[in-house]
């Protein structure tokens, strides 16, 4: 599709959500959120039965076409629950969000060696040690900015009032005796 023909299409719809920026980038992160627990509660549970060379050989698409569909099965039913939308609209998003997910958990695994770590001799505490490791490591990727301090206040914070200088308090009553 030609990019200038997209362009006005994305507008229209995200006028017609009536959805500020900043509101989503907050479903966008708590989807995102969602989905990257999703992802690490399966590959906890493998690992934790000891399939330690299953989680490695699906992260690295090396995993049997029935293993990986049931893995990616567990994956979307966990997303799907979670985000408690239905139909459409949540097959939609797990559709989207999921495969991102993946996607920066392999880039983020090739670059800290997780799989090389994983593959070696380790024991299942190790393994899920790095597992949380990987985790904290791919929301860094996909939310940068998650941990400076900012703050959203509530709407009922009061604001300072800020008088310019050149304005004097306002003259006492007059006592009348």
Do not use: Y
Not at 40 to 69: C, W, Y
């Amino acid at each position: 599709m030609n990019t200038s023909a997209l362009l006005p299409r994305l507008l229209q719809a995200a006028k017609s959500t009536g959805l500020a920026a900043w509101q989503t980038g907050q479903l966008f992160r708590r989807a995102v959120a969602t989905a990257l627990t999703a992802v690490h509660d399966v590959l906890q549970a493998e690992i934790q039965k000891g399939n330690m060379q299953l989680v490695s050989d699906f992260v690295t698409s090396k995993a049997l076409p029935a293993a990986r569909a049931l893995l990616l099965e567990r994956m979307a039913a966990r997303v799907l629950v979670r985000l408690g939308l239905r139909g459409a609209l949540a097959s939609n998003v797990v559709g989207w969000v999921l495969p991102l997910v993946l996607e920066q958990l392999v880039q983020a695994g090739h670059k800290t060696g997780f799989f090389n770590k994983v593959q070696s001799n380790t024991t299942i505490l190790d393994a899920l040690s790095r597992l949380d490791e990987l985790k904290q490591t791919v929301w860094k990727r996909l939310v940068p900015d998650a941990g400076t301090g900012a703050e959203v206040l509530p709407d009922d914070t009061p604001t300072p009032l800020l008088l310019p200088q050149h304005v004097s308090a306002p003259p006492a009553p007059a006592s009348q005796t």
